[in-house]
């Protein structure tokens, strides 16, 4: 049941991301690839990071907001949100508890590489233990 509810979020995501990718003709280069395919596919948290990836893509959202939008604990949200903000996948505006984060231009310019991060999840998800 929540295997089938992920999948289908994931299905919707990696649309919205094609749309959008197929909109701007840009495609992404070698170093945000794997880059992309490292922090989503090759990590632990991966699938966590793409949740947030795919709820600060809707609208701009403070840590605390995103613990409850992902129902996860909200110190593994702020370590997720570090991770992203270190390799530049997110912008924050603001100090300490309000901070908004937002995708950031580098993530914005290149969404269409997510489609890819999104196949590969799929596939590792039907394969082998995926961590949340």
Known sequence: MVQ???ETKLLEFKDIVNSK????????????RKL????FTGTRG???RLKIIMNLEAR???????SKEIG?????IQHHMRVLEKNNLVTKVGEKYGAIFHLSNLL???IGCLGEVIERLERKM???????
């Open 36 to 39: 992309l395919l490292y922090l």
């Open 60 to 66: 701009p959202l403070n840590t605390h907001q995103l």
């Open 108 to 110: 914005e310019v290149n």
């Open 72 to 76: 996860f604990d909200y110190k593994a």
């Open 21 to 32: 990718a197929n909109l701007q003709n840009h495609k992404p280069d070698r170093a945000t």
């Open 126 to 132: 039907n394969t082998k233990k995926v961590y949340y």
């Open 46 to 48: 991966g699938h966590t």
């Open 4 to 6: 089938t509810v992920i």
